[in-house]
């Protein structure tokens, strides 16, 4: 064969090889595209122009800022595994290109246990048992009012309501864009001096805090001691009260130290709990710091679930004194590993 034969021949190969990679990187692109991180593709030697994400914002109420969860897949990609894979796809390699479709796809939603956020309903909204309309129906939530997500897939969000789980499609809810309201970090709703909740945010007590309190209490008891609950949920207007009344017996300077604002307080969520000794006294002060009971819960609590949410020494960072009757309900998991750390929620997530 001649030398030209061969040359031509290994031509058309490179030729036939190169237009392959192109036929795979535009199938992967396309997959991209389903999953919402086009913003990637813009690398791409092939494609010379940017690629934008358009979002449409809307005000739901007056209150804030809105945005549909389709329009935040983007979001969810972090910078490392972008730059990752950006190279991936510009190395043409097909074992390359195979891994990339795995992440992109860890990008798409999935239910999950944690809380991810709080929607806010654009009408009103249908909870179903499943991700089916033909099922059970749960409850009705009125337009505007809150429920927590946890996680979507397929159009559909599943969620916690007033205690009662379900399922509602995604076209009916938007999430809050105010980036100081409904703060939540791996799965904890935050909510401190410097994140709030609004005003007509009533989510109620939570059923599993309260569940994982009276497995905390029957331990107790077996060990001869015994407490109460003096302060769980309160409303918005509640806390308005306690703060009023703070202000007039203190004064705001030490009314600041020792109480939330309206909105900043923890006992909104339906996650936090002031305990007591199971007696007739209740003074709300440091003398409950000495107790056996309080001795038990420092070194317990976590057990069940719960963070001693306002330590000692802890002032400056907190912005409230100590308090070892507060105990903030994060679950079993995530508290034993603050109570390890010895840190503050704020300390522990960087906040």
Request: avoid cysteine; glycine fraction near 6%.
């Amino acid at each position: 064969m001649s030398r030209r034969r061969v040359v031509n021949r290994r031509r058309r190969a490179a030729i036939r090889r190169r237009n392959r990679n192109r036929i795979v990187v535009f199938s992967l692109v396309m997959v991209l595209s389903v999953v919402g991180v086009f913003s990637m593709v813009k690398k791409l030697p092939f494609f010379k122009k940017d690629v934008a994400v358009l979002e449409q914002r809307k005000d739901v109420g007056g209150d804030a800022t809105v945005k549909t969860e389709n329009q935040e897949t983007v979001e969810k990609v972090s910078e490392e595994d972008k730059t990752d894979i950006t190279k991936k796809l510009n190395n043409n390699n097909s074992e390359d290109l195979k891994q990339v479709v795995k992440m992109t796809e860890s990008t798409k939603d999935r239910f999950t246990d944690k809380l991810q956020k709080i929607y806010k309903t654009v009408g009103a909204t249908v909870v179903y048992s499943s991700t089916n309309e033909s099922s059970t129906v749960v409850t009705e939530i009125p337009m505007g009012d809150y429920l927590e997500s946890y996680g979507s897939e397929n159009g559909w969000v599943k969620v916690n309501y007033q205690n009662q789980d379900g399922y509602v499609k995604l076209e009916n809810v938007t999430k809050i864009e105010d980036e100081k309201m409904f703060k939540v970090v791996d799965g904890v709703l935050i909510v401190n001096r410097e994140y709030r909740v609004p005003e007509d945010f009533n989510p109620g007590l939570k059923l599993e805090a309260k569940q994982s309190y009276e497995l905390m209490r029957d331990e107790m008891r077996r060990d001869g001691l015994d407490i109460k609950i003096i302060s769980d949920y309160r409303s918005y207007d509640e806390q308005r009260r306690v703060y009023d009344s703070s202000v007039e017996g203190y004064g705001k300077e030490a009314a600041d130290e020792m109480t939330s604002l309206p909105g900043h307080s923890e006992h909104q969520t339906g996650y936090a709990f002031d305990f007591w000794t199971n007696d007739d006294t209740v003074t709300i002060d440091d003398s409950f710091d000495d107790t056996a009971e309080a001795e038990w819960l420092a070194k317990n609590a976590y057990k069940y679930g719960f963070i001693l949410r306002y330590p000692r020494g802890k002032e400056a960072i907190t912005g409230y004194k100590y308090e070892s009757w507060h105990y903030r309900f994060v679950g079993p998991e995530l508290a034993k590993k603050v109570f390890e750390s010895g840190l503050t929620l704020e300390e522990y997530f960087g906040l």
